[in-house]
Nanobody, 118 residues
Framework: QVQLVESGGGLAQAGDSLKLSCLFN????????MGWFRQAPGKEHEFVAR????????FYADSVKGRFTISRDNAKNTVYLQMNSLKPEDTAVYYC???????????WGQGTQVTVSS
């Protein structure tokens, strides 16, 4: 059974905005803290942002703080990542996952590619 499905990636220019979505399995993740990660070519998965299941708090990597916003709609079993002021260094495949602190828990989905040109 598919657990996580990311979408919304694409091509963007520096300064543009994109909004990513992650549809999660409600039975598995309805009360899980969720996060976004990214993986650039040849690199490990990098933490980007997380949000608690009650949406009481969020936390961001320094590299995206002030530019990205994580949110979730538990009724729709969806986590979002609004990305503004995109930079070429934001280019990566973006994944969502359940988290403990800033660490992913469980298997990865297929991810969604974000490519930012200068």
């Amino acid at each position: 059974q598919v657990q996580l499905v990311e979408s919304g990636g694409g091509l963007a220019q520096a300064g543009d905005s994109l909004k990513l979505s992650c549809l999660f399995n409600g039975r598995t993740f309805s009360r899980a803290d969720m996060g976004w990660f990214r993986q650039a070519p040849g690199k490990e998965h990098e933490f980007v942002a997380r949000i608690t299941w009650r949406k009481l708090s969020s936390f961001y990597a320094d590299s995206v703080k002030g530019r990205f916003t994580i949110s979730r709609d538990n009724a729709k079993n969806t986590v979002y990542l609004q990305m503004n002021s995109l930079k070429p260094e934001d280019t990566a495949v973006y994944y969502c996952n359940s988290v403990v602190d800033t660490y992913p828990v469980g298997s990865w989905g297929q991810g969604t590619q974000v490519t930012v040109s200068s």
